[in-house]
């Protein structure tokens, strides 16, 4: 049966320019919320929160609820790692983070292209098996933003893994850049158990334009709109848990009652999902999760998700010339130490950590001509 896992990669902030300031008297709440709703998984990694995601996890749950009452997964970060000698004091000190003796599950994070470095010249499947053996991991896998051909690849080779975590929701589920539907159709054909991450694509399906409501709301008023988003993944057959990201009390409220009312899909209801995809897909400018996995690699310090977002936002609204997103981009590009869209010097250090494959540097180019020059006449 498929559980709800609560996603600790966008924990509300006190400042929110600042992703290390997490705010654990909402965490707090919001883990006891999730666990007296009968809930118990938990999913964090080594580099949410610029480093400090695991330690929020520890503090918030490890620190006030019993071992044995919950389950955590977390995540090596292949993005840093050259060579084998970093996994062991990486491993102890994710152990040490999450203040725990073992990982109930434990993953190479984002094995694909772009992490190549990591997995083909370090022994790192080898590494979590032992790992495993030695009694500090018990279900070892990967997470994956790779398409159905690589993933197949990966689980031929590799037997020892035992789950996959996929990015999978309505919108990516027949994209070809995705393939959602493909990399869940290989896993079931090796038999292993499926996570599913991002079921509201980063919010996206949490927010759909006006006309794509619609459609939902005249179907049927009495649902709200992520309602559908949680209906569709909470129904796929051969999925353990799906993780969803909070970043409020009420968003996780709404999403433990979605879940617990989320009744399959009929026949209609998926034709109606279709429209609401084509329309979506029409109206999103950049295809931006906000993982934030770009962030750290821009010297130019461009808080890339953010700029994205308010430029996704602003989009949206009927291209509208002035939009309060425009106007939150002027106050962004006022805070000290930070980069703004046309400080990009195209260095495409960004690029290769982008799982959407989103050309950053010339996307960038396009927020700088609305925001800056179109807008506001910014001068450089
Ligand atoms: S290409 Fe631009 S956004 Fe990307 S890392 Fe370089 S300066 Fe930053
Ligand atoms: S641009 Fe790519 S890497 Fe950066 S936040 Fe968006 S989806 Fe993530």
């Given at each position: ?174 994209d ?17 158990k ?35 988003a ?28 979605e ?28 295809d ?6 770009c ?5 130019e ?80």
């Amino acid at each position: 049966m498929t559980k709800l896992g609560m996603g600790m990669m966008r924990l509300p902030l006190v400042d929110e320019n600042d992703q290390t300031s997490i705010d654990m008297e909402q965490v707090n709440k919001m883990v006891d919320l999730y666990m007296d709703a009968g809930f118990n998984c938990f999913d964090t990694a080594f580099v949410y929160h610029e480093g400090v995601g695991e330690a929020a996890f520890r503090e918030s749950v490890v620190k006030r609820y019993p071992r044995e009452s919950f389950k955590i997964s977390t995540k090596l970060p292949l993005f840093v790692i050259t060579e084998e000698s970093q996994l062991e004091p990486l491993f102890a000190q994710q152990l040490e983070n999450c203040g725990v003796d073992y990982f109930d599950y434990y993953m190479l994070h984002n094995v694909s292209g772009f992490t190549e470095n990591a997995w083909k010249n370090v022994d790192l499947y080898s590494f979590i098996q032992k790992k495993k053996e030695e009694g500090y991991i018990k279900h070892i896998g990967i997470s994956t933003h790779g398409n159905a051909e690589f993933l197949e690849e990966i689980l031929f080779e590799h037997p020892e893994l035992e789950f996959v975590l996929l990015q999978i929701n309505y919108l990516d589920w027949d994209d070809e850049g995705i393939d959602s539907r493909k990399c869940w159709e290989v896993a079931r054909k090796y038999n292993k158990k499926v996570m599913i991450m991002e079921p509201y694509k980063g919010g996206f399906l949490a927010d759909v334009p006006q006309e794509a409501e619609k459609l939902m709301k005249d179907y049927n008023p009495d649902r709200s709109v992520v309602s559908w988003a949680m209906r569709f993944v909470a129904n796929i057959d051969d999925v353990c848990v799906v993780y969803t990201g909070a970043s409020t009390l009420e968003q996780l409220e709404n999403n433990i009652d979605e879940f617990k009312n989320a009744d399959p899909l009929n026949d209609e209801e998926m034709e109606i999902i279709k429209e609401v995809s084509d329309i979506i897909n029409s109206n999103i400018t950049v295809d931006c999760t906000k993982c934030r996995y770009c962030v750290d690699a821009c010297a130019e310090e461009i808080d890339i998700a953010k700029v994205f977002d308010l430029y996704n936002k602003h989009k949206m609204l009927e291209k509208e010339d002035w939009t309060q997103f425009g106007n939150a981009y002027l106050n962004y590009s006022k805070l000290p130490d930070v980069g703004i869209a046309s400080d990009c010097i195209e260095c495409e250090a960004c690029i290769e950590e982008c799982p959407q494959s989103i050309n950053i540097p010339e996307v960038l180019k396009d927020v700088a001509k609305t925001f800056e020059t179109e807008i506001y006449g910014f001068e450089n």
